[in-house]
Each structure stands twice: as C-alpha cells, then as structure tokens.
T-cell receptor, first 118, second 109 residues
Framework: DGGITQSPKYLFRKEGQNVTLSCEQN?????MYWYRQDPGQGLRLIYY???????QKGDIAEGYSVSREKKESFPLTVTSAQKNPTAFYLC?????????????????FGPGTRLTVL | QKEVEQDPGPLSVPEGAIVSLNCTYS??????FMWYRQYSRKGPELLMY????GNKEDGRFTAQVDKSSKYISLFIRDSQPSDSATYLC?????????FGAGTRLFVKA
C-alpha cells in the first residue's frame, strides 16, 4: 500500500524550541517537498529535494531546515528562528524523472501536520 | 501578479447543481495542469490532471484548459454534499509547480 505518511498529526511547541516533522514515502519517488499552508494563502514552498543528499530552498525557507539522507525520508525542522510557525505543514513527493508521461511532476501529498506554538 | 490566480470563494451551491471552478495563470510555458481536492484538516488529493489545451472527463468531473486565454476550469456535475471541500488548481513545468490559493466549495443538501 504505497503512500506518504507524516507524523505527528498534531504538534505543540513552546517558543524557543526546535521541532522536527517527519515525512516518509514508499512510492519510490525521487523528489520530495515541504509546504506550509495558512488560511487564505494557499501552499507556500519551504524546501524541496530532487535527489538524495541534495535540497534547495523554496520561497519561505528562513527558520526551517531539512535533510535528505534517504530517498524515502525528508524530515523538516522548524527552528526557534521561525517567527510565526503555527501552520499546517504538508509534505509531497513526485517522480519528475519520468518526463513525457502523463504524471510528470504530479505531486502527491501526505495527510499533514498541524503545528501550534504555545 | 501571482503566477496562478484563483478566487478563494466561498462558493455555496445546492445539491445537484453544476459547479464551475476556475483559475488563470500567467506563464505560457506551463503545460501540465492539475486539480486537487482538500478536505478540512487533510492533505490535498489529486483529482485530475491534463496536458495542454482540451478537456478531460472523469465521472462527474471535467477539467478544461484553454491555453490561448491561460484559463483552466473544473466542472462538477450533479454536485453532492460530499464534494464540499477546498479545490486547488496547480500548474507545472521545469520542475516548478505553482498552486492556486484554493476555492472553498459548500454543497448544501
């Protein structure tokens, strides 16, 4: 049963703490993404990774960090430097290597993690 | 100007109505177009995708792309209360995917 899992579903953080959100996929996709979703603002790209051991900043990377040590895993750390971290965080994956297929670059999402800063 | 514009709604319709959801985009290089459905507090799920101009039908859903006007649409026939969700359009090209802000749809029984 292939898919993307995110944990935890809900996360509470005290100000000044770093927290790490987990994202795992068994779709054998090369690319993985982290988005932040705030009400009325749609999806904003935080970081993305096209292959293992490589990742790039998205539009709102400040205060976040990632790693990509394994193809299946792309954890996101929300650091204390992120000034307004309360949001819904979504992880996605895609298989951009299959150009020419109908599913090129189509992203598949996990269920999300809702982070609240207390 | 945002690369993808989408009216956030909310859009409220009676059960059985035909729903039209729309987006415009600015980059003529984009060729793949997707619609995602997102229920409250859930991740978006891929609903439909199309390549370039034309129509694609899947059950009660029809995705339409007009590249000449940079306009994409999703039509829902015989709408059901279970269709109540936020619908996000997206377009992709050159390893870059841009999402619309999403339109909230309410289908009243």
């Amino acid at each position: 049963d292939g898919g993307i899992t995110q944990s935890p579903k809900y996360l509470f953080r005290k100000e000044g703490q770093n927290v790490t959100l987990s994202c795992e996929q068994n779709l054998n996709h090369d690319a993985m993404y982290w988005y932040r979703q705030d009400p009325g603002q749609g999806l904003r790209l935080i970081y993305y990774s096209q292959i293992v051991n490589d990742f790039q900043k998205g539009d709102i990377a400040e205060g976040y960090s990632v790693s990509r040590e394994k193809k299946e895993s792309f954890p996101l750390t929300v650091t204390s430097a992120q000034k307004n971290p309360t949001a819904f965080y979504l992880c996605a994956s895609s298989d951009p290597g299959r150009r020419g297929s109908a599913s090129t670059d189509t992203q598949y999402f996990g269920p999300g993690t809702r982070l609240t800063v207390l | 100007q945002k690369e993808v514009e989408q009216d956030p709604g909310p859009l409220s319709v009676p059960e059985g109505a035909i729903v039209s959801l729309n987006c415009t985009y600015s980059n003529s290089a984009f060729q793949y177009f997707m619609w995602y459905r997102q229920y409250s507090r859930k991740g978006p799920e891929l609903l439909m995708y199309t390549y370039s101009s034309g129509n694609k039908e899947d059950g009660r859903f029809t995705a339409q792309v007009d590249k000449s006007s940079k306009y994409i649409s999703l039509f829902i026939r015989d709408s059901q209360p279970s269709d109540s969700a936020t619908y996000l359009c997206a377009t992709t090209g050159d390893f870059k995917t841009i999402f619309g802000a999403g339109t909230r749809l309410f289908v009243k029984a």
